[in-house]
C-alpha cells in the first residue's frame, strides 16, 4: 500500500512549509518517497543526509536517505518527516547521481547501494558527540493564557533573547543558575527550541614524512603527463590508459598530476588494490601531499568516520583507498587516478557487484574529470576500449634508467628427477639460483599461490578426496593447526587417519601449499632467516608492514607467499624471483584462467631488477609451452593479449559480449535445480519479447548448469550466463524476467553484473 495514502490532517497543518524531500530506503523497492519537511527541520534538510521517516506498515520510523529537496507537493497528502539525522550531508549531488547510475547498471535497489556506498561508522557518526543546543523563538501569537511565563521562566527566556544565538544546553543551565524543568516548559510553551549539533571528537592523523625531492621525468613520463594536464586544465571528461611495465614511473607521474590538480584547489582520489596500500606506498604520496587521508580496512571506526568527515570538509586533498574510497564525498574532484586497475580486488563480490574501476570511470564522466588507469598488465576490458579509443593510450615502454627487464627461465618440471628423499617444492635448478642470489648478497622472492601446508587428502585405494562438509571443495591441511580446512567458508575439523569412504587406515597428503614450502626452506636453507606471508600469518595479527621493513633493511632474506608478495613492491636488492609453481590458476575452470595467470606472472617478475645489480627470474611449471606462460616469460604483454582477445571475440565473451552471471541457490539440491530451469525458461520467453521490440538484439543465454563449485556454504547452485554486446539488452532481459519471476520458497538468485569469476 503506499505509505503516503493514510495521512492525518494533522499532520498536515503541522507541516505548512512548502517544502518536500524525495527519501530512499534501504531495502530491497527501487523507489523514492516524498514527504513534508516541518518547520524545525527546514534548515536542516539537505541533498544527501539522512532523515527519520513514518515508512510502511505502522508508520515505523524508518531512516532513509535524502535524494532530492522540492517545493512541488506529491499528488497525495505528504506525511512529515520525524528528523533529519545528519548535520553534514553523506553524499553530494554527483554521488548521489553516481549511486543511481550503479543500482541501474548493476542491477540492485538504490537503498541497498546507498546503504553500501557510505561506510558504516560514517553513518553511526563514529567519533562525535551529539550536543544540544537552545535557542529563543518568538512565542506563539495567540498564546493560551496557560502558556504564561511564571518569572523564573520569563528570566531565562530574557536572557537568551538577549544572547541572540544558540547556546548549549548545559552551557545555558550555567549562565541562567536554573534547572532544566524551567528549559523544559518554555520549550513546552514554544518560546525556546531546541536543536542538535554533532561534533568530532576524534580527528585521525597521519604522520609527517620529511617531503619528497621530486626527480626530473623521463621523457616518455612527461608525454603521458602533458595529456593528462590537458585535460585537467580544459576541464573535461578523458579516460586514460598508462600503460607501463614495471618500474617504468608510473606512480611519478600521477603524483604529478595530483600536484597539478591541488595547485588547482582540488581533490584526487587515488584507488590501489587493498593489498598495495604499504607504508610503502603511503609514504610516497604523504611526502608530497601532507593533507592525505588514506582509507583502509584496518581503521578504528572512529578514524573512518574522521576521515569522512574531513573529505567532506575539504580538508583533504588527496584521499588514498581502496575500492570504497571511489565514494569518498570530496567537494571538488579534480582527477581519479585507479593503479593496477587490472586488480580483481576492486570488484565487490557482495552485492552491488560494482567494479571500482568502471565506477571511477563513469564518477570521472559525472563530474567531468579526467581519470587515469595504470598498469603493468591492463585487464583486457581496458585494453580493447584503449584499442578502440574508447581510453586514451599512454605508454612507458621501458624501466626507469633503461633497467632491463629480468631475463625469465622455465624450469620444466617434467624433466626434473622427483627422487626419493628430495624436496618437491624446489627443484635443482631453482634451488642452485636462490643459493647463487644469496651468495653474492641478493635478496629473494619466491611466489606459491596456495595456503597450507597439503593442498588435498586423498585415499589411494578409492579415491576419495575429503571434502568441505558445506561446500564441494577439497579440504586443506593447514600443519601449524593440525586442521583440515575449507578456504571457501573456512570450516575446519581433525584431519582423518582412516578414509572417511573405504576405512582405508592410510589416507595421504597431495598437492604443495606455502606452509610446506616453509618447511622445505627450513631444510635446504637452516641458516637463512626467511619469512612466510600469506593470509593465514596475517590473520595471527601480524602486520605485512614489519615484515616488509625486515625485508628492506634485509634482516629477511627469503620472502616467500601466496600472490600478497607478487604486487607492488619495490626493493632494489632482490635479485631472483622464484615461481614455485606457475599452474596454480592455469585450468580453474574459469574463462579468465589464462589473463590471471599471465598478470600474475609477469607481476612477480616486476619484483626483480629493480635495482643497479639486476635480476633474474625462474619459473616452475608443467605447462612450459603454454602461451600465457611463453608470453610472460618474455614480457609480451601486447602479443598476449592479441591472443586473448582473438579467443574471446570467438566466443562473445567480455570485453566483446557484457556478461552477467545469475547463481540460483537454495539448501536443497532439486528446488535449485528446478528454480534454475523455470528461471532459464523464462529468459529464453522474454528474450522473445526482446527480439519483437529489438530485432537485432543479439543475446546468449548459456545454461542452467551447476556451478564449477557446486555447493558452496552449505548451499547448492546452478548458474546461467548472459551475454550480448550492448549493456541495454542484456539489463533489459534479466530486469525483466527477474520481475516476472520471483525465486520460489527457500531459493536465492543473485545477479553478478561484469562477473570476474565464474566458479
Ligand atoms: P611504477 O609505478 O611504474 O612501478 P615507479 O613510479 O614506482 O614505477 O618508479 C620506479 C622507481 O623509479 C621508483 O623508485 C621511483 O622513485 C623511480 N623513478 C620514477 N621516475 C623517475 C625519474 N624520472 N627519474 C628517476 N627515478 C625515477
Ligand atoms: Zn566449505
Same mark, same amino acid.
Given at each position: 500500500?503506499?505509505?503516503?495514502?493514510?495521512?492525518?490532517?494533522?499532520?498536515?497543518?503541522?507541516?505548512?512549509?512548502?517544502?518536500?524531500?524525495?527519501?530512499?530506503f534501504?531495502?530491497?523497492?527501487?523507489?523514492?518517497?516524498?514527504?513534508?519537511?516541518?518547520?524545525?527541520?527546514?534548515?536542516?534538510?539537505?541533498?544527501?543526509?539522512?532523515?527519520?521517516?513514518?515508512?510502511?506498515?505502522?508508520?515505523?520510523?524508518?531512516?532513509?536517505?535524502?535524494?532530492?529537496?522540492?517545493?512541488?507537493?506529491?499528488?497525495?497528502?505528504?506525511?512529515?518527516?520525524?528528523?533529519?539525522?545528519?548535520?553534514?550531508?553523506?553524499?553530494?549531488?554527483?554521488?548521489?547521481?553516481?549511486?543511481?547510475?550503479?543500482?541501474?547498471?548493476?542491477?540492485?535497489?538504490?537503498?541497498?547501494?546507498?546503504?553500501?556506498?557510505?561506510?558504516?561508522?560514517?553513518?553511526?557518526q563514529?567519533?562525535?558527540?551529539?550536543?544540544?543546543?537552545?535557542?529563543?523563538?518568538?512565542?506563539?501569537?495567540?498564546?493560551?493564557?496557560?502558556?504564561?511565563?511564571?518569572?523564573?521562566?520569563?528570566?531565562?527566556?530574557?536572557?537568551?533573547?538577549?544572547?541572540?544565538?544558540?547556546?548549549e544546553?548545559?552551557?545555558?543551565l550555567?549562565?541562567?543558575?536554573?534547572?532544566?524543568?524551567?528549559?523544559?516548559?518554555?520549550?513546552?510553551?514554544?518560546?525556546?527550541? =531546541? +536543536?542538535?549539533? *554533532?561534533?568530532?571528537?576524534?580527528? %585521525?592523523?597521519? $604522520?609527517?614524512?620529511? !617531503?619528497?625531492? &621530486?626527480?626530473q621525468?623521463?621523457?616518455?613520463?612527461?608525454?603521458?603527463?602533458?595529456?593528462?594536464?590537458t585535460?585537467?586544465?580544459?576541464?573535461?571528461?578523458?579516460?586514460?590508459?598508462?600503460?607501463?611495465?614495471?618500474?617504468?614511473?608510473?606512480?611519478?607521474?600521477?603524483?604529478?598530476?595530483?600536484?597539478?590538480?591541488?595547485?588547482?584547489g582540488?581533490?584526487?582520489?587515488?584507488?590501489?588494490?587493498?593489498?598495495?596500500?604499504?607504508? =610503502? +606506498?603511503?609514504? *610516497?604520496?604523504?611526502?608530497?601531499? %601532507?593533507?592525505? $587521508?588514506?582509507?583502509? !580496512?584496518?581503521? &578504528?571506526?572512529?578514524?573512518?568516520?574522521?576521515?569522512?568527515?574531513?573529505?567532506?570538509?575539504?580538508?583533504?586533498?588527496?584521499?588514498?583507498?581502496?575500492?570504497?574510497?571511489?565514494?569518498?564525498?570530496?567537494r571538488?574532484?579534480?582527477?581519479?587516478?585507479?593503479?593496477?586497475?587490472?586488480?580483481?580486488?576492486?570488484?565487490?563480490?557482495?552485492?552491488?557487484?560494482?567494479?571500482?574501476?568502471?565506477?571511477?570511470?563513469?564518477?570521472?564522466?559525472?563530474?567531468?574529470?579526467?581519470?587515469?588507469?595504470?598498469?603493468?598488465?591492463?585487464?583486457?576490458?581496458?585494453?580493447?576500449?584503449?584499442?578502440?579509443?574508447?581510453?586514451?593510450?599512454?605508454?612507458?615502454?621501458?624501466?626507469?634508467?633503461?633497467?632491463?627487464?629480468?631475463?625469465?627461465?622455465?624450469?620444466?618440471?617434467r624433466?626434473?628427477?622427483?627422487?626419493?628423499?628430495?624436496?618437491?617444492?624446489?627443484?635443482?635448478?631453482?634451488?642452485?639460483?636462490?643459493?647463487?642470489?644469496?651468495?653474492?648478497?641478493?635478496?629473494?622472492?619466491?611466489?606459491?599461490?596456495?595456503?597450507?601446508?597439503?593442498?588435498?587428502?586423498?585415499?589411494?585405494?578409492?579415491?576419495?578426496?575429503?571434502?568441505?562438509?558445506?561446500?564441494?571443495?577439497?579440504?586443506?591441511?593447514?600443519?601449524?593447526?593440525?586442521?583440515?580446512?575449507?578456504?571457501?567458508?573456512?570450516?575446519?575439523?581433525?584431519?582423518?587417519?582412516?578414509?572417511?569412504?573405504?576405512?582405508?587406515?592410510?589416507?595421504r597428503?597431495?598437492?604443495?601449499?606455502?606452509?610446506?614450502?616453509?618447511?622445505?626452506?627450513?631444510?635446504?636453507f637452516?641458516?637463512?632467516?626467511?619469512?612466510?606471508?600469506?593470509?593465514?600469518?596475517?590473520?595471527?595479527?601480524?602486520?605485512?608492514?614489519?615484515?616488509?621493513?625486515?625485508?628492506r633493511?634485509?634482516?629477511?632474506?627469503?620472502?616467500?607467499?601466496?600472490?600478497?608478495?607478487?604486487?607492488?613492491?619495490?626493493?632494489?636488492?632482490?635479485?631472483?624471483?622464484g615461481?614455485?609453481?606457475?599452474d596454480?590458476?592455469?585450468?580453474?575452470?574459469?574463462?579468465?584462467?589464462?589473463?590471471?595467470?599471465?598478470?600474475?606472472?609477469?607481476?612477480?617478475?616486476?619484483?626483480?631488477?629493480?635495482?643497479?645489480?639486476?635480476?633474474?627470474?625462474?619459473?616452475?611449471?608443467?605447462?612450459?609451452?603454454?602461451?600465457?606462460?611463453?608470453?610472460?616469460?618474455?614480457?609480451?604483454?601486447?602479443?598476449?593479449?592479441?591472443?586473448?582477445?582473438?579467443?574471446?571475440?570467438?566466443?562473445?565473451?567480455?570485453?566483446?559480449?557484457?556478461?552477467?552471471?545469475?547463481?540460483?541457490?537454495?539448501?536443497?539440491?532439486?528446488?535449485?535445480?528446478?528454480?534454475?530451469?523455470?528461471?532459464?525458461?523464462?529468459?529464453?520467453?522474454?528474450?522473445?519479447?526482446?527480439?519483437?521490440?529489438?530485432?537485432?538484439?543479439?543475446?546468449?543465454?548459456?545454461?542452467?548448469?551447476?556451478?564449477?563449485?557446486?555447493?558452496?556454504?552449505?548451499?547448492?547452485?546452478?548458474?546461467?550466463?548472459?551475454?550480448?554486446?550492448?549493456?541495454?539488452?542484456?539489463?533489459?532481459l534479466?530486469?525483466?524476467?527477474?520481475?516476472?519471476?520471483?525465486?520460489?520458497?527457500?531459493?536465492?538468485?543473485?545477479?553478478?553484473?561484469d562477473?570476474?569469476?565464474?566458479?
Amino acid at each position: 500500500m503506499h505509505p503516503q495514502g493514510q495521512v492525518s490532517l494533522f499532520s498536515q497543518t503541522e507541516t505548512q512549509t512548502g517544502l518536500f524531500v524525495d527519501v530512499v530506503f534501504p531495502g530491497p523497492v527501487d523507489k523514492s518517497w516524498r514527504y513534508a519537511v516541518p518547520e524545525e527541520w527546514v534548515r536542516q534538510v539537505e541533498i544527501g543526509k539522512r532523515v527519520q521517516a513514518p515508512f510502511g506498515r505502522g508508520n515505523r520510523s524508518s531512516m532513509g536517505y535524502c535524494v532530492a529537496v522540492t517545493t512541488e507537493p506529491p499528488p497525495v497528502p505528504a506525511k512529515p518527516i520525524r528528523r533529519v539525522l545528519d548535520d553534514l550531508p553523506l553524499l553530494s549531488p554527483a554521488l548521489l547521481q553516481l549511486t543511481r547510475w550503479i543500482a541501474e547498471y548493476y542491477l540492485c535497489p538504490w537503498g541497498e547501494v546507498l546503504q553500501a556506498v557510505v561506510p558504516r561508522p560514517a553513518r553511526l557518526q563514529a567519533g562525535t558527540r551529539e550536543r544540544t543546543f537552545v535557542e529563543a523563538i518568538l512565542p506563539p501569537l495567540a498564546a493560551p493564557s496557560s502558556a504564561a511565563l511564571t518569572p523564573r521562566q520569563q528570566a531565562v527566556y530574557t536572557l537568551l533573547l538577549q544572547l541572540g544565538r544558540p547556546v548549549e544546553w548545559r552551557e545555558l543551565l550555567r549562565q541562567a543558575g536554573c534547572g532544566p524543568t524551567v528549559l523544559r516548559n518554555l520549550i513546552r510553551k514554544g518560546y525556546v527550541r =531546541q +536543536t542538535t549539533q *554533532r561534533q568530532a571528537t576524534v580527528t %585521525p592523523q597521519v $604522520a609527517e614524512v620529511p !617531503s619528497a625531492t &621530486s626527480v626530473q621525468l623521463t621523457p616518455a613520463q612527461q608525454q603521458a603527463l602533458q595529456a593528462i594536464e590537458t585535460a585537467l586544465r580544459a576541464g573535461r571528461f578523458e579516460a586514460f590508459l598508462l600503460f607501463g611495465v614495471t618500474g617504468s614511473g608510473k606512480t611519478e607521474v600521477y603524483l604529478r598530476a595530483i600536484e597539478h590538480v591541488v595547485r588547482q584547489g582540488r581533490q584526487a582520489i587515488v584507488l590501489v588494490p587493498e593489498i598495495s596500500l604499504t607504508p =610503502q +606506498t603511503i609514504e *610516497r604520496f604523504r611526502g608530497r601531499f %601532507p593533507r592525505i $587521508a588514506v582509507l583502509h !580496512s584496518h581503521l &578504528s571506526d572512529a578514524e573512518r568516520a574522521g576521515f569522512w568527515r574531513q573529505i567532506v570538509a575539504g580538508e583533504a586533498d588527496v584521499i588514498i583507498g581502496a575500492r570504497s574510497a571511489i565514494f569518498a564525498p570530496t567537494r571538488r574532484l579534480g582527477l581519479i587516478v585507479v593503479d593496477e586497475e587490472h586488480e580483481p580486488s576492486f570488484k565487490q563480490e557482495t552485492a552491488p557487484h560494482y567494479h571500482a574501476r568502471d565506477v571511477a570511470v563513469k564518477r570521472a564522466q559525472l563530474e567531468n574529470i579526467p581519470v587515469v588507469l595504470g598498469s603493468a598488465t591492463p585487464s583486457l576490458e581496458s585494453w580493447h576500449n584503449a584499442l578502440t579509443q574508447r581510453y586514451r593510450l599512454l605508454q612507458l615502454p621501458k624501466r626507469i634508467f633503461d633497467r632491463p627487464l629480468p631475463p625469465v627461465h622455465i624450469v620444466d618440471l617434467r624433466h626434473e628427477p622427483t627422487a626419493v628423499g628430495r624436496p618437491r617444492a624446489i627443484s635443482p635448478p631453482l634451488e642452485e639460483a636462490i643459493r647463487t642470489a644469496l651468495r653474492a648478497g641478493g635478496q629473494v622472492i619466491l611466489l606459491l599461490n596456495r595456503r597450507g601446508f597439503d593442498t588435498y587428502i586423498l585415499c589411494p585405494a578409492c579415491g576419495h578426496v575429503v571434502q568441505c562438509r558445506f561446500c564441494s571443495v577439497a579440504l586443506t591441511y593447514h600443519r601449524d593447526r593440525n586442521q583440515a580446512v575449507c578456504h571457501y567458508c573456512g570450516y575446519e575439523t581433525a584431519p582423518p587417519h582412516r578414509c572417511p569412504r573405504c576405512d582405508l587406515p592410510a589416507i595421504r597428503h597431495f598437492g604443495l601449499g606455502t606452509q610446506k614450502l616453509e618447511a622445505e626452506l627450513n631444510l635446504l636453507f637452516p641458516d637463512v632467516t626467511k619469512c612466510r606471508m600469506d593470509s593465514d600469518v596475517m590473520r595471527r595479527g601480524q602486520k605485512y608492514g614489519p615484515i616488509l621493513d625486515a625485508f628492506r633493511r634485509g634482516d629477511i632474506r627469503i620472502l616467500f607467499g601466496t600472490q600478497m608478495i607478487a604486487k607492488g613492491l619495490d626493493f632494489p636488492q632482490v635479485t631472483l624471483v622464484g615461481v614455485v609453481n606457475a599452474d596454480t590458476a592455469l585450468y580453474l575452470p574459469d574463462f579468465r584462467a589464462a589473463e590471471r595467470t599471465f598478470q600474475l606472472l609477469a607481476q612477480v617478475a616486476g619484483r626483480t631488477g629493480r635495482g643497479e645489480r639486476g635480476g633474474r627470474v625462474l619459473v616452475q611449471t608443467y605447462n612450459p609451452d603454454h602461451p600465457c606462460i611463453r608470453l610472460a616469460a618474455h614480457h609480451d604483454y601486447v602479443a598476449f593479449a592479441e591472443q586473448e582477445l582473438a579467443a574471446r571475440r570467438a566466443l562473445g565473451y567480455p570485453p566483446y559480449g557484457r556478461m552477467a552471471r545469475l547463481v540460483v541457490r537454495s539448501r536443497r539440491d532439486d528446488l535449485a535445480y528446478q528454480a534454475a530451469q523455470t528461471l532459464a525458461a523464462q529468459f529464453r520467453q522474454h528474450l522473445q519479447q526482446l527480439l519483437q521490440r529489438e530485432p537485432l538484439a543479439q543475446v546468449q543465454i548459456l545454461g542452467p548448469a551447476p556451478c564449477p563449485l557446486h555447493r558452496l556454504r552449505n548451499y547448492y547452485r546452478y548458474q546461467l550466463v548472459v551475454l550480448a554486446p550492448k549493456v541495454f539488452w542484456r539489463n533489459w532481459l534479466i530486469r525483466e524476467t527477474l520481475a516476472h519471476t520471483p525465486p520460489p520458497e527457500d531459493v536465492l538468485y543473485s545477479v553478478d553484473i561484469d562477473p570476474l569469476q565464474v566458479l
